[in-house]
């Protein structure tokens, strides 16, 4: 039996549906809905009642936004002011609420940090019937309990997010990437050298497939082009063949695509910068696709679901979660009780009754 589907045009309205008694699922734009073997629920609580860009200061670098707005209209309307809403996760029609709710993120995290930390408040409503506010409209706000972190990667398990406030960016009016060619430990190492650079670099990630890795490096602003030159350098002295170009959206499009495969499987490794040749390494033995935040330690392979718990025993105690992947798969491995006892504890405090599926 099909969930009915339900549209609240509010947050008093998302609040009443998960208080009424039935099992709830939130969705956005559905682009992971198969990250989590979830229960069928009653009521699938869809997020397009609570939709629209509701504010954009751009003098003051903020906006708030409603949690069913497709991130695609929020940079459109973001980039006519010169700015942005530094994410950029892959999936076309996904929205802001759902982003923040699943924690994903794009090549832009390098600079620019996670979704966590590009939100100043939020609005949810929560399973008790009642809407929660935290945060506020300008930076330097932190009163109040931090409600924007402990929602962002909830998953829809501890309520809804209704509306959030976000901090933009200046954009880069000029962009330049350096590409470098090389082995496993030749990345590893440029990789390191970049990261400790003083490059202000937009984006660093790694690409590995086939037998075959590359190390990008993307620079902003107006000495993009120079400063991509130096991180040309800095490659070439790491031992990988290097070069900069100017014309760059295809490239990162191509890398942040390969972050999802929704027909097959991917694992999540949050590892370390110092740990990316071990990484590299097993990507390899297992013939795994491979995209990564070179600067930060996170990586994708897109691998033969048989070969996830060889590449869990490799990475250990690497957390190794499966994203994309087809149903029974154990998607969170081995995992800490002290930490798994906190998340439970988390969740009965906001849906004791174990209204959200």
């Known amino acids: 039996m099909s969930a009915r589907v339900e549209t609240p045009g509010s947050a008093r309205e998302a609040a009443e549906l998960l208080a009424s008694g039935a099992r709830v699922r939130p969705r956005g734009g559905g682009t992971k809905w198969g990250w989590a073997d979830a229960p069928v629920p009653d009521v699938v609580l869809s997020t397009a009642g609570l939709a629209g860009i509701l504010e954009l200061n751009a003098g003051d670098l903020t906006a708030v936004v409603g949690a069913g707005t497709p991130l695609a209209e929020v940079e459109a309307a973001c980039a006519e002011h010169g700015l942005m809403l530094a994410l950029d996760p892959p999936a076309d029609g996904a929205t802001v609420g759902g982003i923040v709710a699943a924690a994903d993120s794009g090549p832009l995290r390098h600079r620019y940090g996670a979704a966590r930390d590009l939100l100043l408040g939020v609005t949810v409503a929560l399973p008790d019937g009642t809407v929660a506010r935290s945060g506020g409209k300008v930076i330097k706000n932190v009163a109040g309990y931090d409600l924007p972190k402990l929602f962002a990667g909830s998953l829809g398990t501890l309520g809804t997010i209704a509306e959030v406030v976000v901090r933009l960016h200046p954009r880069p009016g000029t962009t330049a990437t350096t590409v470098g ?15 400790a650079a003083p490059l202000e670099l937009e984006r660093l990630d790694v690409r590995w497939a086939g037998g075959k890795g590359v190390l990008l490096a993307q620079a902003g602003g107006v000495s993009a082009v120079a400063r991509a030159e130096r991180a040309a350098g800095l490659m070439r002295d790491a031992g990988l063949e290097a070069a900069a170009q100017e014309d760059d959206d295809e490239l990162w499009a191509e890398q942040g695509a390969g972050q999802r495969d929704p027909a097959g499987t991917v694992l999540r490794v949050a590892g370390l910068p110092a740990g990316l040749e071990r990484v590299l390494a097993s990507a390899e033995h297992h013939g795994a696709a491979l995209v990564g935040r070179a600067g930060i330690g996170t990586s994708w392979l897109r691998l033969d679901p048989a070969a ?15 994203t994309d992947g087809p149903p029974g798969l154990d998607r969170l491995g081995t995992r800490d009780p002290a930490l798994v006892a906190l998340e ?3 969740r009965e405090r906001f849906d004791p009754a174990g209204a959200l599926a």
Do not use: I, M
């Open 181 to 195: 060619a090389g082995d496993t430990a030749a990345l590893a190492r440029a990789a390191l050298a970049l990261a």
């Open 308 to 322: 996830v718990d060889a590449v869990r025993e490799e990475l250990a105690p690497f957390p190794c979660v499966v």
């Open 344 to 346: 439970r504890r988390v």
